[in-house]
């Protein structure tokens, strides 16, 4: 960077022109601009890096969406398998008693009644 050898340059530049003082101000000038030239770069690294890490940040971000996204339907998908294998289950079991599972409906049909009449 040009920070290394700014005191020398200074110094240098001091003995330089009438009284010295023109040699300062070309010397001042230059590591002025110098310095800007610094800033500017360093602020077109920050830029690079900033835009890298939201980069980062927003892939990281769709691979989690994806992930809770295939884990909700994998859950769905059981919970629908599930349901439907307990429906098969009651279907058997209504077709193999059908007076019990009237009987049974009939009695909770009552209770529902008599609990929110």
Do not use: C
């Amino acid at each position: 960077m040009a920070s290394d050898n700014t005191s020398s340059d200074f110094t240098a530049g001091s003995s330089t022109g009438p009284g010295g003082h023109e040699g300062t101000r070309s010397d001042v000038e230059a590591q002025i601009a110098r310095l800007r030239e610094d800033v500017a770069g360093l602020s077109e690294s920050l830029k690079s890096l900033a835009s890298h890490q939201a980069d980062e940040a927003r892939k990281q971000a769709y691979a989690l969406r994806d992930d809770v996204r295939d884990r909700g339907e994998r859950y769905w998908r059981q919970a629908q398998d599930t349901a439907s294998e307990l429906e098969d289950e009651v279907s058997e079991k209504i077709r193999a008693e059908p007076i019990k599972a009237v009987l049974i409906a009939a009695g909770i049909g009552y209770l529902y009644a008599r609990l929110f009449r």
